[in-house]
C-alpha cells in the first residue's frame, strides 16, 4: 500500500477523514458520479450516519446531496476513489435534496435513505 | 440555533463533518489548545475510532498529534468549538505522534489511548 501521506491514511481496518471527504465515487459501472461532500455524525455513540454525496449538475452547479448509509461505500485503492453498488439511474432516484436547501436529519428521512439502498438502519 | 450554513450542520443528535474538522477545541479550563486535523473512522461498523487533535508547537508548527476518543470532544455552541475535560498538562502526558511521523493504529495503541482517557474503548 502506497501512501501518498505521511501519516497513515489507510489501514485494513481504519480510513482518514481526509482520505474520504472530497474524493470521488463511482457507480456500479464505473462511472464517476460524484465526490464525497461531508459526512454527518452522531454526537453521542460516534457513528457515521451518512456519508453525503454530491451528484448530478455540470462541474458542480447545480448537484444535489445525496445522503448514503456509509456501508454503500467501498474503497478502491486502485480507483483511489469509492464505489457504490447502485448505478446512476438507481441513484437518480434516490432521496437527495438540493445543495443550498436544509435538509431534515429526522428518523424518518434517515430510514427513508436506508430503506431506499435495502441497509438496515444501525440504530434500530 | 443559528446555522452558518444553509445545510443543517447541527442537530440534537447528529454534527456535519465541515462543523468538526478544522474546529476549535478548548481544554477544561477554556484555553483554546488546538483543533481537529481529521477523523479516524472503521472502515466496517462506520464509528468514529478517534478524532485527532492537533496541539502544541506554535501558531500551527511543531504541533503534534493527539488521537482522542469521540466520546471527549463536547460541542459548545457558545465558543464554536470543542471543549474537552482535561487541562493542557493531562494532555501533554497523553498518547500523541509527530504531525511528520506515520502512527500505528493498532489495538494495542488504540486501548493506550482509551485508557489514558479513561474511556471505555467501543470494540470491546
Do not use: C
Amino acid at each position: 500500500m502506497i501512501n501518498k501521506d505521511p501519516n497513515v491514511r489507510e489501514t485494513h481496518d481504519l480510513i482518514a477523514s481526509d482520505l474520504v471527504i472530497g474524493t470521488s465515487v463511482y457507480d456500479s459501472q464505473g462511472n464517476h458520479i460524484g465526490q464525497v461532500e461531508k459526512l454527518i455524525l452522531e454526537k453521542r455513540g460516534g457513528r457515521i450516519s451518512y456519508a453525503v454525496l454530491s451528484f448530478g449538475g455540470f462541474l458542480g452547479v447545480g448537484d444535489d446531496h445525496y445522503p448514503l448509509p456509509w456501508e454503500k461505500l467501498d474503497y478502491d485503492e486502485s480507483l483511489a476513489g469509492f464505489r457504490i453498488d447502485t448505478t446512476k439511474e438507481q441513484l437518480e432516484g434516490a432521496p437527495h435534496f438540493a445543495r443550498d436547501q436544509e435538509f431534515n436529519w429526522d428518523a424518518e428521512n434517515g430510514r427513508r435513505v436506508y430503506d431506499y439502498y435495502e441497509v438496515r438502519p444501525y440504530w434500530i
